[in-house]
Nanobody, 114 residues
Framework: QVQLVESGGDLVQPGGSLRLSCATS????????MGWFRQRPGEDREMVAT???????KYANFVKGRFTISRDNAENTAYLQMDNLAPEDTAIYYC????????WGQGTQVTVSS
């Protein structure tokens, strides 16, 4: 049974940083592309960043160099380092794992507010 568990979401002030983690089990992690998505209130889910098995990364334009996606194949975990957070980054952040199918975690809440 594949499981993805996100953690690290929190309330942070504008300009602050957070590191999200996506711990996986039940899959051969190194074979999967990993992604971070977010869903802001009242909006559709959108891609934030992805990293494939060769560690090739892609980012949404709104990231603007503020976020960094990474993976630790030994720990079966993907990360999203988020710096210089802004109120518009407030969202539920989800990770997914993609190979022949797509698996999703339950999400972690990030709130950016003073």
């Amino acid at each position: 049974q594949v499981q993805l568990v996100e953690s690290g979401g929190d309330l942070v002030q504008p300009g602050g940083s957070l590191r999200l983690s996506c711990a996986t089990s039940g899959l051969i992690f190194s074979l999967y592309s990993m992604g971070w998505f977010r869903q802001r209130p009242g909006e559709d889910r959108e891609m934030v960043a992805t990293i494939n098995g060769d560690r090739v990364t892609k980012y949404a334009n709104f990231v603007k160099g503020r976020f960094t996606i990474s993976r630790d194949n030994a720990e079966n975990t993907a990360y999203l380092q988020m710096d210089n957070l802004a109120p518009e980054d407030t969202a539920i952040y989800y990770c997914n794992a993609v190979r022949r199918r797509t698996c999703w975690g339950q999400g972690t809440q990030v709130t950016v507010s003073s």
